[in-house]
């Protein structure tokens, strides 16, 4: 009987595989599907390799060297008046004077190899792994990438323009790798030193030769052909003329580079530890003559400092610059500083600064008369505030609830306890003239400029309020020296400020209570493709409501107070404040009108410029604010304006009075004569003084801070050289160490 298997032994015999090897037929597959796409895809990158070298042939092939692009010729930057028409300078004072190659000596040559292509006389005119990284630092948005051939460098300088994109870095390769077949490795050597830029406006290798060595490129040493070599790589950073921090960083440039011509046998060893930093001549001032100058410096700075651009932006670039400058509003500050001075005017200094409420832009700038020959009394030099600071005091108290009605004794003297020294053991303070006012509202204490009151009002809000007010209204916190912002004479202008903070921080006030950043430049355009339109920058520093109320206060400054005799007659609504500084050192008048905010500061210095001196008048009485600052800003503003309308300033809110004031008082009003119903004497134009004078109280310039505005300490006798305060600025615009120059 044969044994038939059953349905379960049936189906196992099937799934069983059968007797004998059985070829994987899976893994042939999965083996040819790798096969496939690496193949594949070698022949994909391979047909895209051969398209890319077809394509990269036929480019180089059609590609020609262009002419000269007019930038290597030196395409000047021209600035222009705000309607961007009439021209107001040029950024000149570049040189560029080509030499054959010969004239320059070997190690020279051989110091910029060293420095930018070591391997110039192999190369093929470009660098691959120099143009991988520029690439790769261009995908990701960084900053330039170094590792361009001398050919290279010389293609963008002399036949591109500056800008960094792919397309140019294409064409630049595409140039470099033909003229690299057209021309000698010796011809375009000379053309990259007659190219190049050097720094201090000098363009190719004798103007920097010339620029910074005061000699022939074929009498360079080892050591000056090494600087030289060395500077190219950012001029702006590297120059000495900049200070130790250039220097420090230009030295071990120099170090790789003469140490790369040891390595490549261009230099011996023991000439190499021969060289040392050489000496350079000083850098000439690049800027022109006259009043004009200060603002071609400004515009300058906010070009570079502010628009990161650099000298050959600006020196190649062909821009055209407009500025906010406005050519009948310049003509008229510096007319009426010329026509304002008295007849003695030596060592005497004068700012201006006219802006736009509302926007910053300054419309008219006067900083001297030279700028050549004189630092910017506008925007470098600084003198101490004086009574323009009582209007940030003023708004404290509004803003702490006080109003314009508000009244305070006027005494004179008046007992301070801050103002105690062992010369003046009963601190007194008198007002500008001695004069004895009875009880007075804020509004009149502002016009007369009384300054027991002021003092009284800065007890009350505290000296810390009265400085935060003015720094929000554009006076640089660092202009509070040595703890002013905590003592009590701040009020009365001890801190030290350019004229263009006090500007900004009026011009704050007149466009009720929005500060803006002051600003030089409208708008640039050029013929490479650059564009730049200003976009004010403005932010609230305190309430409309309080502005307003400050405005109306100051109207009386012109109308029945300080400027009232210079600007009787003057026909058109204005606020102001005028300001004298202890000993007269400094005057200024601030003010404006709804259309336009003009600061003007004065002081003198001894021959020599060896520090502030009073200021006298041609009969040798002292003089203030109400003088010479407020009829040159009369004589300003009247030119400036004269065909616009003469709008009034808007009608200030009523404030209620809610200032409950907590602080101790630290004068002492109580010992001292009782007012009588009329002031003892008719104040003066200038009712006004910074601090007591001399005879009475010694209080310093520069005070010491309290931990309160409820004052214990005394304040230390002045020692103070610069125009109405003593120290070294560091500000930005305010730097150096005084007396000034």
Do not use: C
Not at 111 to 116: G, I, K, P, R, T
């Amino acid at each position: 009987m044969t044994d038939t298997p059953g349905p379960r032994a049936r189906r196992r015999a099937e799934n069983e595989p059968p007797e004998g090897p059985r070829p994987p037929a899976r893994r042939r597959r999965e083996r040819g599907l790798a096969f496939k796409i690496v193949t594949r895809t070698l022949l994909g990158l391979f047909t895209l390799f051969v398209f890319g070298v077809i394509a990269l042939f036929v480019i180089y092939q059609r590609t020609d060297i262009p002419q000269p692009n007019a930038d290597a010729q030196k395409q000047q930057s021209v600035l222009y008046y705000d309607d961007g028409k009439t021209e107001l300078a040029r950024f000149n004072g570049t040189t560029r004077q080509s030499v054959p190659v010969t004239q320059i000596p070997d190690h020279v040559q051989k110091a910029f190899l060293s420095a930018e292509d070591r391997d110039f006389y192999k190369n093929k005119g470009v660098s691959p792994t120099g143009i991988v990284r520029a690439f790769w630092t261009n995908l990701r948005g960084g900053s330039k990438a170094g590792g361009s051939t001398i050919t290279q460098q010389y293609v963008k300088n002399y036949f591109l323009t500056q800008d960094k994109t792919v397309t140019r870095k294409f064409k630049e390769v595409m140039i470099s790798l033909k003229i690299d077949q057209k021309m000698s490795k010796d011809q375009i050597l000379g053309d990259y030193l007659n190219t190049i830029y050097f720094g201090r406006g000098a363009y190719g290798i004798q103007a920097a030769s010339k620029a910074y060595f005061n000699k022939d490129v074929s009498q360079l040493s080892v050591s000056e052909g090494a600087f030289l070599a060395s500077v190219v790589n950012s001029p702006n950073r590297l120059d000495p003329a900049n200070g130790q921090a250039a220097i420090d960083r230009v030295n071990p440039r120099m170090v790789y580079v003469l140490d790369g011509m040891v390595e490549k046998g261009w230099l011996s060893q023991e000439v190499r530890n021969q060289q040392r930093l050489p000496n350079f001549q000083p850098r000439k001032k690049r800027s022109i003559p006259g009043p004009i100058g200060y603002i071609r410096d400004l515009v300058e700075s906010e070009l570079k400092n502010k628009l990161q651009l650099s000298d050959v932006d600006l020196d190649k670039g062909g821009l055209r610059i407009t500025t906010t400058i406005n050519k009948k509003s310049e003509d008229a500050a510096i007319k009426a500083v010329e026509q304002n001075l008295p007849e003695d005017s030596a060592n005497l200094h004068t700012g201006l600064v006219a802006q736009k409420p509302g926007d910053g832009a300054v419309v008219a700038l006067y900083g001297g008369r030279d700028s050549l020959k004189e630092a910017n009394n506008a925007t470098f030099q600084v003198m101490q505030g004086a009574s323009n600071f009582k209007v940030f005091g003023l708004i404290g108290a509004l803003q702490d609830g006080m109003t314009l009605d508000k009244t305070y004794e006027g005494n004179s003297p008046m007992r301070f306890k801050q103002y105690i020294t062992p010369t003046n053991p009963k601190g007194n303070v008198t007002n500008f003239g001695g004069v004895d006012w009875h009880r007075v509202s804020l509004r009149k204490a502002t016009a007369k400029s009384i300054n027991t009151v002021f003092l009284q009002v800065n007890e009350d809000i505290g000296p810390t309020k009265t400085a935060a007010v003015a720094q929000a209204a554009g006076i640089p916190k660092t202009a509070f020296a040595q703890g002013q912002d905590k003592v009590l004479s701040n009020v009365l202008g001890t801190p030290s400020v350019h004229v263009i903070d006090m500007a900004t921080a009026y011009n704050t006030i007149n466009a009720q209570g929005v500060k803006s950043d002051p600003y030089y430049i409208k708008s640039i355009s050029s013929a490479s493709g650059y564009s730049y339109s200003a976009k004010p920058k403005t932010s609230r520093a305190f309430d409309k409501d309080v502005a307003l109320n400050a405005i109306n206060a100051m109207e009386g400054v012109v109308t029945d107070g300080s400027a009232t005799p210079t600007l009787k007659g003057f026909d058109r609504p204005a606020a102001g404040k005028t300001g004298t500084s202890n000993e007269n050192k400094s005057i200024w008048f601030s003010g404006f009108t709804p259309q336009l905010t003009t600061s003007v500061g004065m002081y003198k210095t001894a021959p020599g410029g060896t520090g502030a001196i009073q200021m006298k008048g041609e009969e040798g009485d002292p003089v203030t604010g109400s003088k010479y600052p407020t009829q040159i800003w009369r004589a300003f503003m009247e030119a400036a304006l004269e065909g616009q309308p003469a709008p009034k300033f808007p009608e200030p809110p009523g404030m209620s009075n809610t200032f409950t004031g907590t602080s101790e008082p630290t004068h002492d009003p109580t010992n001292e004569p009782a007012p009588p119903n009329t002031p003892t004497n008719t104040p003066p134009p200038d009712t006004e003084s910074t601090e007591p004078p001399s005879s009475t109280t010694t209080e310093s310039r520069t005070t010491k801070p309290t931990k309160t505005h409820k004052p214990t300490k005394t304040e230390p006798p002045p020692s103070s050289t610069r125009p109405g305060g003593g120290g070294t600025s560091t500000r930005p615009g305010g730097g150096g160490t005084f007396p000034f120059p």
